[in-house]
Nanobody, 128 residues
């Protein structure tokens, strides 16, 4: 089992940047694909990005491609989300999630139901 704790959210003006962190407990962090999802009020949870357990593959939602960067440090059992050029439509609660299943299938790793473990979320608010 793994516990996830997000941090780094806050209020930022449009065009600004934030860096989210997700610290994981346990010694099996490198066994998990790690993802970020987000959820705005009244909307479904939305895929943002994912990084493979080895760190050598990533995938992004079209809405954040070129602006957000996911990375991980397996030694520190932490995954990061660098968010640049933020827009008001990026406002949401951001969640990190862990998936231990082997394989890298885009249709699967972009679905919230794939993920076994979730953090409590961190609020990101982008003002116009």
């Amino acid at each position: 089992q793994v516990q996830l704790v997000e941090s780094g959210g806050g209020l930022v003006q449009a065009g600004g940047s934030l860096r989210l962190s997700c610290a994981a407990s346990g010694r099996t962090f490198s066994s998990y694909n790690m993802a970020w999802f987000r959820q705005a009020p009244g909307q479904e949870r939305e895929f943002v990005t994912v990084i493979k357990r080895s760190g050598d593959l990533t995938h992004y939602a079209d809405s954040v491609k070129g602006r957000f960067t996911i990375s991980r440090d397996n030694a520190k059992t932490t995954v990061y989300l660098q968010m640049n050029s933020l827009k008001p439509e990026d406002t949401a609660v951001y969640y990190c999630a862990a998936d231990r299943t082997l394989g890298w299938f885009i249709s699967r790793i972009t679905r919230p139901s794939t993920y076994d473990y979730w953090g409590q979320g961190t609020q990101v608010t982008v003002s116009s």
